[in-house]
């Protein structure tokens, strides 16, 4: 079974920037599809960000122009960077891979947009 470990969360001010990464503990290419996914308190888990294994990105509308989604497929890493962070996208973060025999979720990494 595929293990997925997030990092790179933390506090940030508005404006600034984070990367988010996922080391999976597998290839990426083995891995159907990769999405980002966030729940702010009180609020329903949503998706943000998707990338297939054939290398389609899809995004949230509201963080296009912002985030952008990537992998290093030599190092099984997924990554989220985010730019131009808002007060609104503070979040617990979470990285999912959906594989032929199901899906796996990471753990979570927290961001916070506070000045």
């Known amino acids: 079974q595929v293990q997925l470990v997030e990092s790179g969360g933390g506090l940030v001010q508005p404006g600034g920037s984070l990367r988010l990464c996922c080391v999976a503990?597998?290839?990426?290419?083995?891995?159907?599809?990769m999405r980002w996914y966030r729940q702010a308190p009180g609020k329903q888990r949503e998706w943000v960000a998707v990338?297939?294994?054939?290398?389609?990105?899809n995004y949230i509308d509201s963080v296009k122009g912002r985030f952008t989604i990537s992998r290093d497929s030599a190092k099984n890493t997924l990554y989220l960077q985010m730019n131009s962070l808002r007060p609104e996208d503070t979040a617990d973060y979470y990285c999912?891979?959906?594989?032929?025999?199901?899906?796996?979720w990471g753990q979570g990494t927290p961001v916070t947009v506070s000045s």
């Open positions: 999912h891979a959906t594989l032929i025999s199901g899906e796996v």
């Open positions: 990338l297939t294994r054939g290398g389609n990105t």
């Open positions: 503990s597998e290839s990426l290419l083995t891995i159907n599809v």
